[in-house]
């Protein structure tokens, strides 16, 4: 038991190194973290470590999509639900099809059934990976919003797919009727469930006594709470994750104090490093044990059914990016879509990023060793084989060569000058909102309150100039300060509903609405704090 816990705590002090040096080399982490534990899997001093599918669904996943869905922007995720949709269902059905009947045409006994198998496993991308590598390279919003919300929905589809051809294969039976009824039954209820938890908890967060400790607690167990409700009536645990995540997003401000959004952002960002670190240092480790279980001679096969599927993988996904560009143009002559005319570059590098990860290794690994027959399960090695090899070339292929397609199509965020004017008016919005009420409840206490005074003056000089964050003053609290100190919260208030009143409007950016909520958020930290110490 020590050693095991000696050898985790070496694993993460080797997953800190291996991200520092992904971030000194300016390539995406999860590259590294792959490619540096498949090194250490082939290292002879350095222990076995077996992943157990059940703790990749129901440790890892669960807290992955909750957050993903808490950052994602509900405006952008509705803006473009067409396109999303679109891409989390019926082109990952598309893909596994096409997997399917290659890998049935080309694999000596491979049945149909087991290739439905295969195409559910290795069809959804990898939210982690294409968001690491847009975000460095900085792509246009609306690319990176599409790609993170195809990224929530996709794993519940491919999931779902996999847990029919999973049955298939067991019974030797599949009806297509019966198994269209009950993907919407699964899809429908997952979703029903999530949002089920999701009042729930929101209930405790509104109106029980709780505090940021308690509320950042009961943060970290919803998603687990929502996944095991679903996935305990056999529904769709990644869409109750996701729904409910989006739900209580969309009400964080109602629902949490200042100090438990802040506390709260900085617990999550933290968990979510170690458990991507975690989870793609231990497919890599996974690789050299995989391979050692295949037949005598049968490797260089299944290296090859390995580049034959992720070739056809990529191919498939750019053929869907760029049909689903001209599909779009028919379509804007019709009915009112985010963009009436994508091009081509665009879904290139979109089709570009269709790195598989997490969820793709969890579904091969949840495969049953033995059938209900006490068969062995067919395949099961090559199956497991071909998805670590899928998982090797597209997120070291495509995440290396992505950038380069990035720069070489001009594909630049074109809304980073967008935001400088926008930026400008939410700052004057706030100030001239904030004068306006203090004029209204304050303005005859303005010569008789010196610290009310300043504050008028800091507005007004926001006001002209640009938004400042205020500083903090150490002189001796006394009356005035104090009045000055309620006032100040008051007018944060004030700035605070203002916010989420603009949120409303597709004219303003969700993330920049967030950035000055979080910097109300600080401001009202700091003076609450003054006010305990005082």
Same mark, same amino acid.
């Given at each position: 038991m020590e050693n095991a816990f000696i050898g985790y705590v070496v694993l993460f002090l080797v997953i800190i190194a291996l991200v520092m040096v992904a971030n000194k080399l300016r390539v995406a982490y999860p590259i590294v973290l792959v490619l540096g534990g498949l090194a250490l899997g082939? /290292?002879?001093f350095f222990p076995d470590i077996v992943i157990n599918p059940n703790l990749v669904f129901f440790i890892f996943l669960p807290p992955l999509l909750y957050e993903a869905a808490w950052q994602v922007s509900w405006k952008g995720f509705?803006? =473009?639900?067409?396109?999303? #949709?679109?891409?989390? #269902?019926?082109?990952?059905?598309?893909?596994?099809?096409v997997v399917a009947v290659v890998a049935h045409s080309l694999i000596p006994g491979f049945t149909l059934a087991l290739g439905f198998l295969l195409g559910g496993i290795v069809s959804p991308p990898d939210a982690v990976s294409a968001s690491t590598i847009m975000r460095n390279v900085k792509v246009p919003k609306s690319l990176l919003t599409v790609a993170e919300g195809e990224s929530l929905l996709n794993d519940a589809s491919s999931l779902i797919v996999?847990?029919?051809?999973?049955?298939?294969?067991?019974?030797?039976? =599949? @009806?297509l009727q019966q198994a269209a009824l009950s993907f919407g039954l699964v899809v429908a209820m997952g979703i029903a469930i999530g949002l089920a938890v999701a009042l729930a908890f929101y209930a405790v967060h509104r109106w029980l006594p709780t505090t940021p400790a308690i509320e950042t607690v009961l943060s970290l167990l919803t998603p687990y709470c929502m996944y095991y409700a679903a996935e305990h009536f056999h529904f769709s645990g990644v869409?109750?994750?996701?729904? &409910?995540?989006?739900?209580?997003?969309?009400?964080?401000?109602?629902?949490l104090s200042f100090r438990?959004?802040?506390?709260? =952002?900085?617990?999550?960002?933290?968990?979510? #490093? +170690?458990? %991507? &670190?975690?989870?793609?240092m231990l497919i890599g480790l996974q690789l050299p044990h995989i391979a050692s279980q295949l037949e005598d001679g049968g490797l260089g096969n299944a290296i090859w059914y390995g580049l034959l599927v992720s070739l056809v993988l990529i191919v498939t996904r750019l053929a869907c990016t760029l049909g689903a560009s001209v599909f779009t143009r028919i379509m804007s002559r019709f009915i009112a879509v985010a963009d009436p005319n994508p091009g081509w570059r665009v879904p290139v590098v979109f089709g570009g990023a269709g790195m598989r990860g997490v969820v793709s290794l /969890? /579904?091969?690994?949840?495969?049953? +060793?033995?059938?209900?027959?006490?068969?062995? =399960?067919? @395949?099961? %090695?090559?199956?497991? #084989?071909?998805?670590?090899?899928?998982?090797?070339?597209?997120?070291?292929?495509?995440?290396?060569?992505?950038?380069?397609?990035?720069?070489?199509?001009?594909?630049?965020?074109d809304d980073a000058t967008s935001e400088v004017p926008q930026e400008m008016l939410i700052q004057k919005k706030l100030a %001239?909102?904030?004068?306006?009420?203090?004029?209204?409840?304050?303005? %005859?206490?303005?010569t008789q309150n010196q610290h009310l005074n300043n504050l008028f003056q800091r507005l007004q000089l926001d006001l002209n100039?640009?938004?400042?964050?205020?500083?903090?003053?150490? /002189?001796?609290?006394?009356?005035t300060r104090n009045l000055h100190q309620g006032v100040y919260l008051e007018v944060l208030e004030q700035q605070r509903k203002l916010l989420n009143e603009m949120n409303r409007s597709d004219d303003y950016d969700e993330e920049l609405i967030r950035k000055y909520l979080g910097l109300i958020d600080i401001e009202e930290f700091k003076i609450r704090e003054k006010q305990l110490r005082a």
């Amino acid at each position: 038991m020590e050693n095991a816990f000696i050898g985790y705590v070496v694993l993460f002090l080797v997953i800190i190194a291996l991200v520092m040096v992904a971030n000194k080399l300016r390539v995406a982490y999860p590259i590294v973290l792959v490619l540096g534990g498949l090194a250490l899997g082939f /290292a002879p001093f350095f222990p076995d470590i077996v992943i157990n599918p059940n703790l990749v669904f129901f440790i890892f996943l669960p807290p992955l999509l909750y957050e993903a869905a808490w950052q994602v922007s509900w405006k952008g995720f509705w803006k =473009f639900r067409r396109v999303i #949709f679109s891409f989390a #269902f019926p082109i990952v059905v598309l893909t596994s099809c096409v997997v399917a009947v290659v890998a049935h045409s080309l694999i000596p006994g491979f049945t149909l059934a087991l290739g439905f198998l295969l195409g559910g496993i290795v069809s959804p991308p990898d939210a982690v990976s294409a968001s690491t590598i847009m975000r460095n390279v900085k792509v246009p919003k609306s690319l990176l919003t599409v790609a993170e919300g195809e990224s929530l929905l996709n794993d519940a589809s491919s999931l779902i797919v996999f847990r029919f051809a999973l049955a298939a294969v067991v019974t030797g039976q =599949f @009806y297509l009727q019966q198994a269209a009824l009950s993907f919407g039954l699964v899809v429908a209820m997952g979703i029903a469930i999530g949002l089920a938890v999701a009042l729930a908890f929101y209930a405790v967060h509104r109106w029980l006594p709780t505090t940021p400790a308690i509320e950042t607690v009961l943060s970290l167990l919803t998603p687990y709470c929502m996944y095991y409700a679903a996935e305990h009536f056999h529904f769709s645990g990644v869409l109750a994750v996701v729904s &409910g995540g989006l739900l209580l997003s969309h009400r964080r401000n109602t629902m949490l104090s200042f100090r438990s959004r802040i506390q709260g =952002f900085n617990t999550w960002n933290s968990l979510v #490093f +170690v458990l %991507n &670190g975690l989870i793609f240092m231990l497919i890599g480790l996974q690789l050299p044990h995989i391979a050692s279980q295949l037949e005598d001679g049968g490797l260089g096969n299944a290296i090859w059914y390995g580049l034959l599927v992720s070739l056809v993988l990529i191919v498939t996904r750019l053929a869907c990016t760029l049909g689903a560009s001209v599909f779009t143009r028919i379509m804007s002559r019709f009915i009112a879509v985010a963009d009436p005319n994508p091009g081509w570059r665009v879904p290139v590098v979109f089709g570009g990023a269709g790195m598989r990860g997490v969820v793709s290794l /969890a /579904a091969a690994l949840s495969i049953p +060793v033995v059938m209900d027959n006490g068969a062995p =399960f067919p @395949y099961r %090695n090559l199956i497991l #084989f071909i998805t670590f090899v899928v998982i090797l070339v597209t997120l070291v292929f495509q995440g290396l060569t992505l950038p380069w397609v990035i720069r070489m199509l001009h594909v630049e965020d074109d809304d980073a000058t967008s935001e400088v004017p926008q930026e400008m008016l939410i700052q004057k919005k706030l100030a %001239n909102a904030s004068l306006q009420f203090l004029e209204e409840n304050y303005g %005859n206490q303005r010569t008789q309150n010196q610290h009310l005074n300043n504050l008028f003056q800091r507005l007004q000089l926001d006001l002209n100039q640009g938004y400042q964050q205020p500083e903090s003053d150490n /002189a001796t609290i006394d009356n005035t300060r104090n009045l000055h100190q309620g006032v100040y919260l008051e007018v944060l208030e004030q700035q605070r509903k203002l916010l989420n009143e603009m949120n409303r409007s597709d004219d303003y950016d969700e993330e920049l609405i967030r950035k000055y909520l979080g910097l109300i958020d600080i401001e009202e930290f700091k003076i609450r704090e003054k006010q305990l110490r005082a």
